[in-house]
């Protein structure tokens, strides 16, 4: 892979984490390349039509100097839908700013995803 090649930053998993607080929702929209190791997030939405009309800023050839931008609606057909409460928001947190660990993710998102 070359440094072009490795600047390129393609997320293999999408994450849409929804938390009730007091009667309101917040969502938050994570991105993961989990072969390069990085993560992006968006958050601050209170409705899930304002989250589904944002468009995501990533570039989709490498070494290019054109961005385009995805509609978060094309993504949310492959995304994983996250219903949590408070704690775990926060856990979800902690883990997307801790080193890149696909065995605490996988065992977070299983044990997140059958409530």
């Not at 968006?42 to 009309?53: K, T």
């Amino acid at each position: 892979m070359n440094r072009r090649q490795q600047k390129k930053f393609s997320p293999s998993t999408w994450i849409i984490a929804a938390k009730q607080t007091e009667g309101r929702a917040y969502y938050a929209l994570y991105a993961i390349d989990w072969k390069r190791g990085g993560r992006l997030s968006w958050e601050g939405w209170n409705h899930l039509e304002d989250l589904l009309q944002f468009h995501i800023p990533i570039k989709q050839i490498a070494g290019g100097r054109k961005s385009s931008s995805m509609p978060a609606a094309k993504i949310a057909k492959r995304a994983l839908h996250l219903h949590l409460n408070d704690a775990q928001f926060e856990q979800l947190e902690q883990l997307f700013y801790q080193p890149l660990s696909k065995k605490r993710w996988r065992s977070f998102i299983q044990m997140n995803r059958n409530q």
